[in-house]
């Protein structure tokens, strides 16, 4: 429950920067802002098990660059990027809002109620 209180507080963070960037909170991000986003929330949960049902993270996420991103699928109103970390052989999959919220992750890059 404390790493999902993190990831929360984490998401905040972008979302508050975003919000005060554009002033009503609504305009979309850009892909290149989705990407860094992305990368920054897998950063985060390096060497920590973030409560999402995927365990534990290795170190290795801590260094994760913004190429290891990249938008895995995108919707009406939501994207899901794909960070692949390379010296783990592995990927997390972020689902976010279009305004850069970002409301779960998971290895598989399912997620419920996305088409």
């Known amino acids: ?3 999902r209180v993190t990831l929360c507080l984490l998401a905040s963070l972008f979302i508050s920067s975003n919000l005060l960037a554009h002033g009503s909170g609504h305009v979309p991000v850009t892909e290149q802002k ?3 986003i992305a990368t920054q929330i897998v950063q985060g949960f390096a060497n920590i098990d973030p409560q999402l049902g995927f365990g534990k993270v290795p ?3 801590a260094s994760i660059s913004n190429e290891a991103a990249t938008i895995f699928e995108s919707g009406d109103g ?3 990027i794909k960070v692949v970390n390379p010296n783990e052989e592995s990927a997390l999959y972020i689902l976010m809002s ?4 970002v409301y779960d992750v998971n290895t598989s890059g399912k997620f419920d109620g996305v088409n």
């Open 59 to 61: 170190a290795s996420w």
């Open 98 to 101: 279009a305004e850069g919220e």
């Open 78 to 80: 939501y994207r899901i």
């Open 1 to 3: 429950m404390k790493y």
């Open 34 to 36: 989705a990407l860094v």
